[in-house]
Nanobody
Framework: QEQFMESGGGLVQPGGSLKLSCAASGFTFYTRGMAWYRQAPGKERELVASISSASGILNYEDSVKGRFTISRDNAKNMVFLQMHNLKVEDTAIYYC????????WGQGTQVTVSS
């Protein structure tokens, strides 16, 4: 069964930075595209950034382009999201999962951007 454990969230002021980490298990990690998703209060979960299996193709939601960077370590089955210049509207619970057909979800990690 696919499992994901996200970490690295916290409270940060606008303009600050955070790096999220995700440990994945239960599937052949290096063969799958991976993604970070987020869900803000009262909103649907949205895909924020994705990375192909060999890290060759990266995609970002428009509002985070130039501020967020997704990366992965296939040797450690981990995915990362480096976030800079955080904005209040980035406040959400962040999840990692497979890029396509995500099934089971982890607990996520809370990111709160507030002054």
């Amino acid at each position: 069964q696919e499992q994901f454990m996200e970490s690295g969230g916290g409270l940060v002021q606008p303009g600050g930075s955070l790096k999220l980490s995700c440990a994945a298990s239960g599937f052949t990690f290096y063969t799958r595209g991976m993604a970070w998703y987020r869900q803000a209060p009262g909103k649907e979960r949205e895909l924020v950034a994705s990375i192909s299996s060999a890290s060759g193709i990266l995609n970002y939601e428009d509002s985070v382009k130039g501020r967020f960077t997704i990366s992965r370590d296939n040797a450690k089955n981990m995915v990362f999201l480096q976030m800079h210049n955080l904005k209040v509207e980035d406040t959400a619970i962040y999840y990692c999962n497979t890029q396509y057909d995500p099934v089971s979800w982890g607990q996520g990690t809370q990111v709160t951007v507030s002054s």
